[in-house]
């Protein structure tokens, strides 16, 4: 595997003295040139279909830190949008979006063949992207879990508990197995066409998997999951897929090998010890680093990223946070990060 990317060779399972390195949301609010970008922008989905202001917030952690991945920026909201739901943001506040709860809601959606003409500007950064991002750098495309979307869909907004999208699984199961079927479907098409512009690796979030319990992990996270890995790696065998079922706890256990991925991304809840012996012996794992820390740094950041290092120091790792960086997070403690990954 000589002469590959460090973060490819990862994913392909070769264990490596120092893991590859990128962070969650490392474009973001907490990077000065980051917040003045958006403003040339004018809002977050300005900056999100502006192709060559999204490219350029991709690479200005790539420039400021030389992190081994890029990830493309985007967000998981713009499938609804392209489904034809209405979204916008609120400062301070975040998403909000047209709901659905009726069959009424769901036939005003377009079909998943109509997403494109929407999301034609994201497959753009792509392509300047695959272009521009220096030769070691790696390009990440990304889609949310029909799961984490659909509760979005549903609720019309975040929820501490998901509790809408529960009502309407229980209540209407038939609708809610037929969003969840149209999100898959677009999601399929929508990675798809972003390895054709030139994403080296793709990551599915499913941010809210662990309020899916028993049965309803297995059916709403997990097989999505692994239909969405299956039609991909058909059409393009070889891109490695990443999957972050997170706060999936024990049931981190056993989820790459029934879903096909290459990587499993683990939240700061799981302790890494544990993983290694139990989600790390089937393939490579990514993580996981509290973002607090990006906000408190010190000794507390060094001693715990060591001690990340150490667990999966036997086996394939990327070096990651938990979940993604906040807003109110110090630059420098970012760096203090890498040097402490890549020095010792
Ligand atoms: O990681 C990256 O740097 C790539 C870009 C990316 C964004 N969102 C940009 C973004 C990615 C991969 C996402 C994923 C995403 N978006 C998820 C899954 C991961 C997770 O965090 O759990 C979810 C649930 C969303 C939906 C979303 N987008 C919410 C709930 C919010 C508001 C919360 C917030 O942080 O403000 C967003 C907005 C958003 N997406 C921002 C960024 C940089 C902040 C917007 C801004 O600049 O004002």
């Known amino acids: ?55 350029e917030v991709t690479l200005q952690p790539i420039r400021r830190y030389g992190f081994d991945a890029a990830i493309l920026f985007a967000d998981i909201l713009l499938i609804p949008q392209s489904l034809g739901a209405d979204l916008w943001f609120v400062t301070g506040e975040g998403p909000r979006l047209s709901t659905i709860t009726t069959e009424a809601d769901f036939a005003k959606l377009g079909p998943a063949s109509d997403i494109h003409e929407t999301l034609n500007p994201i497959y753009e950064t792509v392509r300047i992207l695959s272009r521009e991002l220096p030769p070691e750098t790696t390009l990440i495309g990304f889609a949310g879990a029909p799961w984490t979307v659909a509760t979005y869909m549903i609720a019309g907004r975040g929820t501490p508990d998901q509790g809408p999208a529960h009502a309407l699984r229980e209540e209407n199961t038939a609708l809610f197995e037929a969003l969840l079927a149209r999100i898959t479907e677009a999601t399929i098409d929508y990675l798809s066409k972003q390895i054709e512009a030139g994403a080296e690796v793709v990551k599915i979030f499913d941010s809210w998997a662990g309020s899916l319990k028993g049965e309803a992990f297995q059916k709403y996270a997990l097989e999505p999951c692994r239909q969405i890995t299956a039609a991909l790696k058909e059409r393009h065998p070889g891109i490695p897929v990443i999957g972050f079922p997170r706060e999936a706890g024990e049931k981190y256990v056993g989820f790459a090998k029934a879903t096909g991925v290459d990587c499993v991304a683990l939240d700061n809840s799981v302790d890494p010890v544990w993983a290694a012996a139990n989600v790390q012996v089937d393939g490579c794992v990514q993580g996981n680093l509290a973002s607090r820390h990006m906000v408190t740094g010190g000794q507390e950041l060094v001693d715990d990223t060591r001690r990340i290092v150490e667990a999966f120091r036997n086996g394939p790792h990327i070096f990651n946070l938990g979940h993604g960086i906040t807003p109110d997070a110090n630059p420098d403690n970012v760096q203090l990060m890498i040097d402490t990954v890549r020095n010792g």
């Open 1 to 55: 595997m000589a002469g590959q990317k460090k973060l490819l060779r990862a994913l392909a399972g070769e264990k490596q003295d120092v893991p590859p390195i990128w962070m969650m949301r490392q474009a973001g609010r907490y990077l000065p040139e980051y917040r003045a970008t958006r403003a040339q922008a004018g809002d977050f989905l300005s900056l999100c279909y502006n192709s060559e202001l999204a490219a």
